[in-house]
């Protein structure tokens, strides 16, 4: 297969995930986006990004492992503000 055909079928594998589910990866670098996917397809021994979207098609808790595999987990935590301003206000002035 040629790179353009793989890059086609790439694509055409992420215009099924935001059809079927409505998420885009747009925004995600290709490069890591492949790589990531192509762990996922490796564990269900698919060959090319055709053979992925049917078994995505066959097998729906698939759909949860690649986001798995692809987002990346960041808890809430250090994003919230109100769980750093206890630990401004409470934690740090009882340890110093």
Known sequence: MTE?????????LLDYVKESRGFDF??????SLRRRILKRMESVHCEDFASY?????????EFGELFNTVL???T???RDGDPWSAVAD?????IL
């Open 90 to 94: 409470e934690v740090i002035p009882r």
């Open 72 to 74: 990346i987990n960041v």
């Open 53 to 61: 979207r049917d078994y995505l098609r066959d097998h729906d808790g």
């Open 4 to 12: 353009q055909a793989d890059d086609e079928q790439l694509e055409a």
């Open 76 to 78: 809430s935590f250090f």
């Open 26 to 31: 747009t925004g995600y670098k290709r490069s």
